[in-house]
């Protein structure tokens, strides 16, 4: 799989696909890092936009709709 980079800077490393943002935010570069890894080995999944903050996001399925950092804001509601 290609297009799957690691962004960041100052304390604050995420996943991206392109332009759409595909982990939360790490402080911790080595943990983006291992996520980065993880996404690699799982299969593309679909884009969507988050129903709350509008941001691209890979969907792993009809009923997600929120991207990951949201869904982490709301801990477990969606
Ligand atoms: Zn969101």
Not at 22 to 41: G, H, K, V
Not at 71 to 77: E, L, N, P
């Amino acid at each position: 799989m290609t297009g799957v980079t690691l962004q960041g800077s100052h304390g604050a490393w995420a996943v991206f696909r392109g332009d759409a943002r595909i982990s939360p935010f790490y402080r911790d570069q080595d943990a983006a890092a291992r996520r980065q890894l993880s996404i690699e080995r799982t299969p593309t999944r679909t884009v969507r936009r988050c129903l709350c903050c509008g941001h691209p996001f890979a969907s792993e399925g009809r009923g997600h709709r929120m991207c990951d950092g949201c869904r982490g804001q709301w801990d477990g509601a969606v």
